[in-house]
């Protein structure tokens, strides 16, 4: 069997069993077995997105990486993606090598961000990926091989491999695969590709490098349900709390962005738009400045009056990602503090192009 890899390495195996162990040998793998991608298989791969093997999608100047289709494609084989989904790989890929993602910072810090991808518009009802019951977990295909795919490339073409280059010291599990939907056709929201200037009837995919996400129980009218939700995105300990110190006592500690994640039936939010959300979640996302303070976050001597200060940690309302997904059983939620501050890292939201030829 002739496999290839994505730097256009060439190995040779006696059988399949035999081609995954050698691929696991080489450290080309994510621990888990891996789709040996044969020459065949990869140009199955760009055929699909009708793409050349050269085509340079971005590069990586500080480890002297330039990441091609070839590469791309050969790590897509590997997570057992279905060819149909390479060019949400390959936008997916354009959006982490987008200079303001600046993925040099997630992949490589202690904090060990995960990527989370979110996939809007119709190619993600058309390929099948999930958006709502059992959101993060396994079981789907698509979300599964998507997001593996993106961390596959992530080691093998950007040199993110741990120990090496991610020195993250605890991680978590969505740098496995990390990949959801919009349910957009559940609910009167404007879907997140929509907020960010594309038409309806665009499929982007959205690149967020994050935690993972804090699941919330809530209940109740709307106002109680984000209050809750608020209170849970004001955690100590977060990226939102932590890593950052001011003399300006009274001003954001951490301005990076937060993805909300709202469940249950949208009937109950008819009267809320995104915006309505942003603006309250907000104005209630903050600690007060002595618990900053005793947390070490600011590195002033606690003072009277301290406790009646409160710090927001959340800039402005746009750094709120709100998105509805997930089961429509029950009103829950999802937290997902973002890795940094924006001016380390944004999330980046890219078109998807699809190859009308194939697009059958």
Same mark, same amino acid.
């Given at each position: 069997?002739?496999?290839?890899?994505?730097?256009?390495?060439?190995?040779? =195996?006696?059988?399949?069993?035999?081609?995954? #162990?050698?691929?696991?040998?080489?450290? &080309?793998?994510?621990?888990?077995?891996? !789709?040996?991608?044969?020459? #065949?298989?990869?140009?199955?791969?760009?055929?699909?997105?009708?793409?050349?093997?050269?085509?340079? @999608?971005?590069?990586?100047?500080? *480890?002297?990486?330039?990441?091609?289709?070839?590469?791309?494609?050969?790590?897509?084989?590997?997570?057992?993606?279905?060819? #149909?989904? %390479?060019?949400?790989? @390959?936008?997916?890929?354009?959006?982490?090598?987008?200079?303001? %993602?600046?993925?040099?910072?997630?992949?490589?810090?202690?904090?060990? =961000?995960?990527?989370?991808?979110?996939?809007?518009?119709?190619?993600?009802?058309?390929?099948?990926?999930?958006?709502?019951?059992?959101?993060?977990?396994?079981?789907?295909?698509?979300?599964?091989?998507?997001?593996?795919?993106?961390? @596959?490339?992530?080691?093998?073409?950007?040199?993110?491999?741990?120990?090496?280059?991610?020195?993250? !010291?605890?991680?978590?599990?969505?740098?496995?695969?990390?990949?959801?939907?919009? =349910?957009?056709?559940? $609910?009167? &929201?404007?879907?997140?590709?929509?907020? *960010?200037? %594309?038409?309806?009837?665009?499929?982007? !995919?959205?690149? %967020?490098?994050?935690?993972?996400?804090?699941?919330?129980?809530?209940?109740?009218?709307?106002?109680?349900?984000?209050?809750?939700?608020?209170?849970?995105?004001?955690?100590?300990?977060?990226?939102?709390?932590?890593?950052?110190?001011?003399?300006?006592?009274?001003?954001?500690?951490?301005?990076?962005?937060?993805?909300?994640?709202?469940?249950?039936?949208? *009937?109950? &939010?008819?009267?809320?738009?995104?915006?309505?959300?942003?603006?309250?979640?907000?104005?209630?996302?903050?600690?007060?400045?002595?618990?900053?303070? *005793?947390?070490? #976050?600011?590195?002033?001597?606690?003072?009277?009056?301290?406790?009646?200060?409160? !710090?927001?940690?959340?800039? =402005?309302?746009?750094?709120?990602?709100?998105?509805?997904?997930?089961?429509?059983?029950? $009103?829950?939620?999802?937290?997902?503090?973002? &890795?940094?501050?924006?001016?380390?890292?944004?999330?980046?939201?890219?078109?998807?192009?699809?190859?009308?030829?194939?697009?059958?």
């Amino acid at each position: 069997m002739n496999t290839e890899q994505s730097s256009s390495r060439y190995i040779e =195996a006696e059988s399949l069993s035999d081609a995954i #162990e050698q691929l696991y040998k080489l450290g &080309w793998t994510d621990g888990l077995p891996v !789709v040996p991608p044969t020459t #065949e298989l990869v140009q199955q791969f760009m055929d699909e997105a009708d793409i050349k093997p050269d085509t340079i @999608l971005g590069e990586i100047p500080e *480890r002297r990486r330039i990441i091609t289709a070839h590469k791309v494609a050969a790590n897509a084989v590997m997570s057992g993606a279905k060819a #149909e989904y %390479f060019p949400v790989i @390959l936008a997916a890929t354009k959006a982490i090598l987008h200079p303001d %993602f600046n993925l040099i910072g997630p992949s490589s810090s202690l904090g060990g =961000a995960g990527v989370m991808l979110v996939i809007n518009g119709p190619l993600a009802l058309k390929l099948g990926i999930n958006s709502r019951n059992n959101l993060f977990g396994p079981g789907n295909r698509a979300n599964a091989t998507i997001g593996r795919a993106l961390r @596959l490339i992530m080691m093998n073409a950007c040199a993110s491999v741990p120990g090496l280059f991610d020195r993250s !010291v605890l991680g978590h599990p969505g740098k496995y695969s990390y990949c959801i939907a919009e =349910a957009e056709s559940e $609910t009167h &929201w404007s879907p997140l590709h929509v907020e *960010r200037g %594309f038409d309806p009837d665009e499929s982007t !995919v959205t690149a %967020f490098a994050c935690e993972g996400p804090r699941q919330v129980r809530t209940s109740g009218n709307p106002e109680m349900i984000l209050g809750t939700i608020a209170d849970v995105a004001s955690a100590l300990g977060t990226s939102l709390s932590t890593v950052g110190s001011t003399s300006e006592t009274t001003s954001i500690v951490r301005q990076g962005e937060l993805a909300i994640v709202i469940s249950g039936n949208s *009937r109950i &939010w008819s009267d809320w738009s995104k915006s309505d959300i942003k603006k309250l979640l907000q104005s209630k996302i903050m600690r007060s400045l002595a618990d900053l303070k *005793r947390a070490g #976050e600011i590195k002033e001597h606690l003072v009277v009056g301290d406790e009646d200060v409160m !710090v927001p940690l959340i800039n =402005a309302p746009d750094d709120l990602l709100i998105l509805f997904a997930g089961g429509e059983e029950k $009103t829950m939620g999802a937290v997902i503090p973002s &890795w940094g501050p924006k001016v380390a890292s944004r999330s980046v939201t890219m078109p998807i192009t699809v190859n009308k030829a194939t697009d059958q």
